[in-house]
């Protein structure tokens, strides 16, 4: 029973770490987006969204992650046989990148602080994604375990990536032609 209950958290952490991590990096594109607007627009807009990202970060994200770990290890230590298999190993290298991530967002966010803004918003929205494809991994490993059919996994990944592409490239020309017919 007690495996269910650290199960259950570690799923409850899972998805709100990665509401978080979606939240964080549009909060990003929105403030990329903040400096193209005049004063004193730019300012309030900049400020507010360094509140927000500064307390969705640590009031939502990082404990979401925090819960995640610390239910998976204790995952472990109640089913530690789960460590032999090879789908447990990939999963974890992949939450591996995941944290990298998190923490990587971390940086990004302190750097925006200091007005050092190192992406358009357009890269932004493609940072955005990254967790998407690492949630959609992590999901099939979990749910197929070993008997993950690859060929079809890779097939579903790869479609999902070059359908964000297509997606994004087409959403990229609909804002520059409203641009373009608001400039007009």
């Known amino acids: 029973m007690t495996y269910f209950w650290f199960k259950s958290f570690h799923i409850i952490g899972m998805v709100v770490w990665f509401a978080g991590l979606f939240y964080l990096v549009r909060l990003f594109v929105y403030h990329a987006e903040a400096e193209e607007k005049p ?6 807009l900049k400020e507010q969204y360094e509140l ?19 239910m998976a290890i204790a ?26 991530y998190h923490f990587y967002c971390g940086r990004i966010m302190r750097q925006l602080a200091t007005h050092k803004i190192m992406f358009t918003s357009q890269q932004f929205r493609s940072l955005n994604e ?5 949630l959609l991994v992590i999901v099939l490993l979990a749910v197929f375990k070993n008997s993950l059919p690859l060929n079809t996994a890779v097939a579903v990944t790869g479609s999902f990536i070059l359908g964000m592409i297509i997606f ?17």
Do not use: C
């Open 39 to 44: 004063e004193p627009a730019r300012s309030i």
């Open 52 to 70: 927000m990202e500064k307390r969705l970060y640590g009031i939502i994200t990082t404990p979401g992650m925090v819960v995640t770990v610390v």
């Open 75 to 100: 995952l472990l230590i109640t089913e530690p046989s789960l460590l032999k298999d090879m789908w447990l190993h990939l999963k974890l290298g992949l939450v591996a990148v995941l944290i990298a």
């Open 130 to 134: 990254v967790p998407t494809v690492l």
């Open 168 to 184: 994004f490239q087409l959403y990229a020309l609909h804002r520059q032609k409203n641009s373009q017919q608001a400039m007009s």
